[in-house]
């Protein structure tokens, strides 16, 4: 049973955390920080699929190791790299190992990644995977046939931008999305809770728990690439200025005021958070205890 | 040339369901040679279409939809028909019906399915492309094409990708969905993105053996190839 639709069904705060895996087949130190300092701080961990196209270590083989060591993975599953026949196979793989948890993400270009080369697939989109899902649940797959024992605990969810301008586009496929069957979202970066805010009140007719997206800006370096490169996020000069003017050594402790901050400022907004702290995770528990969601 | 098949009755009539008006707009060029357009294709569609309740406003053949200028110019004749219409219902491949959508305000409807591009006779497209993919969709995306101007081929939407209006993977390239977003909101359908299918059938991407040998307009096997054969032989 997947503790996260528990608590998100049951109305309760719920925190995740993100891991992304290595390129390589030694994951002692991604472990040894999960351990540190996931367990026991966030209810569940997703785990990046070839995140921003780059080759690592995939999502299925780290979901199963984090249930093995005792965590609730979150997994991630993009539709860039494999067809339907593919995916679905691995849901069912998953399913055997334990997962229960499963983000549906479209996936990033491969252009974007480190095999710009590569064909991408997309078969399938979020829409269509998260529709895989439900139909699966119900026993059969795609082609209609049935399942010799259906993944009936799955529990799947979906992501958005909130910032996105306009967002109205997003709003619409939020709602395709929640018909498709996601149970939950996970949003992208958000650093203007007004914004969020009015974000929500449009998406509140869809009554499906919403975490908001806490990455940690590291630097004011990080803030300036976000804000040119990354779709619907905008880090505002309330939090490049303080990280500016703080020395190196303080950056981390301004950094983490600020987010614990931000988090505070969206809590009542929202029904939970999903922190992706991107080598950060050591700061992972100070964050959430400042931010007074413990 | 382009090759396409008409779209059966039953799907023209469900993708026509909310437009009463319509205008039959054909192509003189390829949906001839595939007869599956020109004068006697538009006449037929015509009576259909008036057995089905709906009022056809008006129709044209324009050689060459794929020539947007020509099809611009050439409807400039038909403003006062176009104002009476609901929707244009274009008998041509994917890029015409993509040339037509970007010159006028109304909804253009496909009739035909895209299947294989052969020779490229006649063929002028501008940023209008077709794939072929033989499940044509611009009916419901205002006549912007998600399969070949989406860098992933999308179908249901936006991709967390898009940035001021345009694509992740070049920011020069407008991203399709915030087109067909803008188009479709322009025309009072945003509606008609609940309508998409999920989930696409790729078979008829791949074209059979006897479409990818279409040559009916050079005639090369009956006449060209087949007859210097012929005459060796003797």
């Known amino acids: 049973m997947s503790k996260l639709k528990e608590a998100l069904e049951a109305g309760t705060f719920a925190v995740t955390g993100e891991l992304g895996p290595p390129k390589g087949v030694n994951i002692a130190a991604m472990m040894e920080e999960a351990e540190k300092y996931l367990k026991g701080c966030v209810l569940a961990v997703n785990v990046t699929d070839n995140q921003s196209s780059v080759m690592r270590i995939g999502s299925l083989g780290i979901s199963a190791k984090l249930v093995s060591a005792g965590f609730e993975p979150v997994y991630q599953i993009t539709c860039r790299d494999r067809n339907r026949l593919a995916i679905q196979s691995d849901i069912l793989s998953g399913y055997l190992l334990g997962v229960r948890n499963i983000l549906a993400l479209t996936g990033d270009h491969p252009s974007l990644g480190d095999h710009p080369g590569a064909r991408c697939v997309f078969d399938l989109d979020s829409v269509s995977l998260l529709h895989t899902i439900a139909t699966m649940k119900n026993g059969k797959d795609l082609s209609g046939a049935d399942l010799q024992g259906a993944p009936k605990e799955l529990f799947a969810g979906a992501s958005v931008t909130p910032g996105a301008d306009p967002v109205e586009p997003q709003l619409l496929k939020m709602e395709k999305k929640v018909e498709a069957g996601a149970r939950f979202f996970q949003t992208q970066a958000i650093y203007e809770p007004a914004k969020f805010e009015k974000f929500m009140k449009a998406a509140g007719k869809l009554k499906i728990p919403v975490l908001a997206g806490i990455v940690i800006v590291k630097s004011p370096a990080m803030a300036k690439y976000m804000n040119e490169k990354v779709a619907g996020v905008f880090v505002p000069d309330e939090i490049i200025k303080p990280l500016s003017a703080a020395s190196k050594e303080d950056r981390p402790k301004v950094a983490i005021d600020l987010m614990a901050k931000l988090m505070k400022d969206l809590k009542p907004m929202c029904q939970g958070f999903h922190i992706m702290a991107m080598g950060w995770e050591k700061y992972v528990p100070e964050l959430i205890s400042k931010a007074g969601t413990a | ?234």
């Open chain 2, 1 to 234: 040339m382009i090759v396409n098949v008409a779209k059966p009755m039953e799907e023209l009539k469900n993708l026509l369901a909310d437009y009463r008006r319509v205008f039959i707009l054909g192509c003189g060029g390829c949906p001839l040679g595939c007869e599956t357009g020109g004068p006697a294709r538009l006449e037929e569609l015509k009576a259909e279409l008036t057995r089905a309740d709906r009022s056809v406003s008006g129709t044209q053949m324009i050689d060459f939809l794929c020539n947007k200028a020509l099809v611009g110019a050439q409807l400039r004749y038909q403003v006062p028909a176009l104002k009476n219409s609901d929707a244009v219902l274009v008998v041509s491949c994917g890029v015409g019906v993509q040339a037509t959508a970007a010159m006028i305000d109304l909804p253009s409807l496909p009739a035909n399915n895209t299947l294989n591009s052969q020779g490229m006779q006649g063929l002028w497209p501008s940023v209008e492309r077709c794939d072929g993919c033989g499940d044509c969709l611009l009916h419901l995306t205002g006549g912007i094409c998600p399969i070949t101007r989406c860098a992933k081929n999308l179908i249901n939407g936006q991709c967390g990708g898009t940035h001021d209006g345009k694509c992740e993977v070049e920011n020069t390239r407008d991203c399709a969905w915030h087109l067909i977003y803008e188009k479709l909101k322009a025309l009072g359908k945003l509606d008609n993105l609940k309508k998409l299918p999920k989930l696409r059938d790729y078979r008829n991407w791949d074209v059979s053996d006897r479409e990818r040998h279409t040559t009916r307009w050079a005639l090369e096997e009956d006449q060209l190839y087949q007859a210097p054969k012929a005459v060796g032989k003797q």
